[in-house]
């Protein structure tokens, strides 16, 4: 039995660490056939979460945020209980209402295509209009209730991107006017506290949110993403490939990994430096990216070794893409140096599909096209392995074997 590979050691360690992550979930609902749930953000982006990270950011935030739920939700029932006795049912009635829109915009998000969506409209844009209803039944610029309309930019900025503090601050201090000044124009002249108050309140909230969301995307995008190459890295593989395997499942799609290490990059640090070395893989790393389309994520696992997770591809569409990665390495020369790559191609179907198998298999892939001469791509075959696809003479360094 052959001694395993570098890049083997460390799937054995990734499939150790997928197996923790994989977590039964409800099916999705369908539309016309089509799952709308457990969509990756690779699949569906919007503009409140135009990256995967926005995305993730999102959906992590949402039981974090129970609590402060649970808080809002008390808050319009004690806010309707104290002012009872001075104002009319419709008034209740805004607070029920309100109750209800908290709880239903943070409900069932895991089945829904662009939940962020669902909860911008439903909740946040929504509890808007409604505090501003709330206001103009209890006097518009002589209730304190105005200052409420704060609330919401607070919700946007711990769950979307910056994008949404950018539409819902605005719309906030729009609402504060509309309440306001536009009820009764004269009583704001005569009072400008009435309108100040609570359009400060708006704007310190904003200010203050604005860089700890910045510094929060920032560091979550530092530990999602390869400094040196760009790529996604190993922490954000182990749960990405626990998805893949669950919607491969739901809809019996088939799933491709392809995995791939630079031909004798030991050999480039040695005899030109780590400096170099990082300049290969970076190249090496920006070649292959350019040949991938946007959903088509390539992860760097560590060292000289890469993988690429393609849902949704069988056999033919994973060792054309494969061949691709080589061709473009090959041909790129990067750092100035002929470096070539070799790739290991597994494919798996639908209910089949276990991730720990299937890094396995790529990987065994790959150990087979560095034994046949590297550069080249090797598709996983249990009954026959070594179906080799590319046969290019490998670079070898000077005084290697």
């Not at 530092?222 to 749960?239: A, H, K, Q, V, Y």
């Not at 598709?379 to 080799?388: E, H, I, K, Q, T």
């Amino acid at each position: 039995m052959p001694e395993r590979s570098p890049v083997g050691r460390r799937l054995a360690r990734l499939r150790v660490s997928v197996s923790h992550c994989v977590k039964p979930r409800g099916r999705p609902a369908r539309e016309g056939g089509i799952v709308v749930g457990d969509v990756h953000a690779d699949q569906v982006r919007t503009w409140l979460c135009p990256t995967p990270n926005d995305r993730d950011r999102f959906m992590e935030m949402q039981p974090r945020l129970r609590a402060a739920r649970v808080a809002t939700i008390a808050s319009a029932l004690i806010i309707a209980a104290v002012m009872l006795p001075r104002v009319e049912w419709p008034v209740i009635a805004v607070a029920v209402v309100t109750v209800a829109i908290v709880l239903i915009g943070g409900a069932d998000l895991e089945r829904r295509r662009r939940p962020e969506l669902w909860v911008f409209f439903s909740a946040v844009v929504n509890l808007q209009v409604l505090v501003a209803v709330g206001v103009v039944l209890t006097g518009g610029p002589r209730t304190p209730l105005v200052c409420m309309v704060a609330v919401p930019v607070a919700m946007v900025a711990t769950r979307f991107s910056r994008r949404g503090l950018i539409v819902g601050a605005p719309a906030s201090a729009l609402v504060v006017l509309a309440a306001t000044l536009g009820v009764d124009p004269g009583y704001v002249v005569a009072h400008p506290e009435s309108v100040v108050v609570p359009l400060a309140l708006v704007v310190c909230i904003a200010l203050y949110m604005d860089p700890l969301l910045s510094s929060d995307v920032r560091h979550r995008a530092n530990s999602t993403l390869d400094e040196l190459t760009g790529l996604l890295n190993r922490r954000s593989l182990e749960p990405r490939l626990a998805e893949v395997s669950q919607q491969a499942a739901m809809t019996g799609q088939p799933v491709s990994l392809v995995a791939g290490d630079l031909d004798h990059f030991k050999l480039v640090n040695d005899q030109w430096g780590h400096s170099v070395g990082d300049l290969v893989l970076s190249q090496a790393a920006d070649a292959m990216r350019r040949c991938l389309r946007t959903f088509e994520l390539l992860y760097r696992i560590g060292g000289e070794e890469f993988l690429l997770v393609l849902p949704g591809a069988g056999e033919h569409d994973a060792l054309t893409i494969a061949e691709s990665l080589r061709a473009a390495v090959e041909e790129a020369d990067p750092g100035g140096l002929r470096v070539t790559c070799s790739f290991g191609v597994a494919t798996s179907h639908g209910a089949d599909v276990a991730i720990e198998p299937l890094l396995k298999a790529s990987d065994t892939a790959l150990y087979a096209a560095k034994r046949a001469g590297r550069n080249r791509v090797e598709l996983f075959n249990p009954a026959s392995l070594g179906s080799r696809v590319t046969a290019r003479p490998a670079w070898t360094p000077p005084g290697f074997a």
